[in-house]
């Protein structure tokens, strides 16, 4: 059945279609209030009364209504809104993603380079891990079902077919996409995180391939072959690969979930190394920006979307050894952390001490808005990663994101402080 789309529904104003389902359609729309687009979701009664209306696809809109302003991380589409009537309609506004989704990069002649590849994993961990520390199971990861918002970052969708700890669980049969399933998924076993995890192995073997890893000519074909069969090595199917991918994807795609990794933060630290190993030199992944920044532990307080909203807030660069990253008495109101490598704090030619990875420098100038000139000179004593936060950057990070860091940087100057204090009483003693 076509479903017309209406001018308006609420304070949503149609634009166009997006895509049609089977419970309704998905519109792109204007927030009238925010000025923003959104992706809206409409439930069409007419087709939820049909006789021949599945109502597994009733409950899972309901489903992912419930989440509306309950999921806030940088690589989850935001759901922003849910209505849902009496009469069997309704609708849900999600955060509109401009740029497609997975699938469009999984087919040979258009695959990703082997580094974006692994930064988009790296990047659904993140998101994945999130939503399982919030009771949430996805159960229907595929390329659909995985948006780019630009470059390599993403947003994973569509959580209507997911297991929400926090509800009860109803639905009877098989819930996902059968070439996504884990064995235990495909078996009807309850599901944790590994299954998610399994599915992710398989889109990101398809994005560094152009292949599935299972096939079959029918679905019980193809079930036997997850449940049995090892896929090839991509090292195989395509030049690049290394053999630290291959490793990282058998595991993932280990028929038994105690072969898996243990958590999403292993597998990420894992698709990191990957990285490191097989990127270029001079750019900065935002994977190892994330693990820089996340390993300090000036910024334990802050949680993995704050994290987020830094990487995207640094400048971040390579310098060599013995480069002058700033000089005493000049202006500036930066505030500089070391993603890897040490460099030495020097006044008048006098070396005053030595920062290693995960250090920090500048917050005096920072926290003064830049009415201080340099008090030290800082050189890098080995190559290094520098992240430099101006005041104008960080003031475009959420309110909370700020007080945190803020926070953060006084709880560490009274650290020093004090054990300055320590060892000036000794001298004097």
């Known amino acids: 059945m076509y479903i017309r789309p209406m001018r308006q529904l609420g304070k949503f104003a149609i634009r166009r279609m997006l895509g049609k389902g089977a419970s309704g359609i998905v519109y792109l729309a204007l927030d009238t209030f925010s000025g923003d687009d959104v992706a809206l979701k409409v439930l069409d009664p007419a087709v939820v009364a049909a006789e021949d ?6 409950k899972q809109f309901l489903n992912e209504a419930s989440l509306a302003g309950r999921i806030s991380h940088p690589h989850i589409a935001s759901i922003l809104e849910a209505a849902v009537e009496e009469e069997g309609g309704g609708y849900i506004a999600i955060e509109y993603v401009p740029g497609g989704d997975l699938a469009q990069f999984t087919a040979s002649g258009g695959l990703l380079d082997v580094d974006d590849a692994l930064e988009v994993a790296f990047k659904c961990c993140g998101a994945l891990d999130y939503a399982f520390r919030q009771g949430i199971v996805h159960r229907d990861i595929k390329p659909a079902n995985i948006m780019v918002s630009t470059g390599t970052n993403i947003k994973v969708v569509d959580f209507g077919a997911a297991w929400l700890q926090i509800g009860e669980q109803t639905e009877s049969g098989i819930i996902g996409s059968p070439l996504y399933m884990s064995p235990e998924q495909i078996d009807g076993q309850p599901l ?7 599915s992710l192995g398989i889109v990101l073997y398809e994005l560094f391939t152009g292949r599935r890893p299972f096939a079959g000519e029918s679905v ?32 993932m795609l280990s028929k038994s979930i105690a072969d898996r990794y243990p958590n999403w933060a292993e597998l990420a630290l894992d698709l990191a190394d990957a990285g490191r190993l097989h990127g270029h030199q001079q750019a900065v992944p935002d994977h190892e920006k994330y693990v820089a920044l996340r390993k300090n532990a000036v910024l ?12 995207h807030a640094g400048r971040w660069s390579r310098a060599a050894a013995d480069s002058v990253l700033v000089r005493e008495d000049e202006p500036g109101s930066s505030l500089f952390f070391l993603g890897s490598g040490s460099a030495k704090v020097l006044k008048q030619g006098r070396l005053l001490n030595v920062l290693q990875t995960g250090e920090y420098f500048g917050e005096m100038a920072y926290i003064k808005g830049g009415a201080l000139p340099r008090q030290a000179t800082a050189v890098a004593a080995t190559d290094v990663v520098l992240a430099e936060f101006e005041p104008a950057a960080l003031q475009k990070v959420s309110r909370n994101c700020q007080l945190r860091l803020v926070t953060a940087l006084l709880h560490s100057l009274v650290d020093r402080l004090a054990l300055s204090n320590e060892r000036l009483a000794r001298v004097l003693t």
């Open 53 to 58: 209306f599945d109502k597994t696809h009733t």
């Open 192 to 198: 944790t995180f590994a299954s998610d995890m399994f």
């Open 220 to 251: 019980l074909e193809l079930f036997e072959a997850i449940r049995s069969k090892d896929p090839a090595l991509a090292s195989a199917l395509r030049p690049g690969i290394s053999s630290d991918v291959d490793r990282i994807l058998a595991r």
């Open 300 to 311: 334990r307080r802050l949680d993995d979307a704050e994290i987020w909203e830094l990487v």
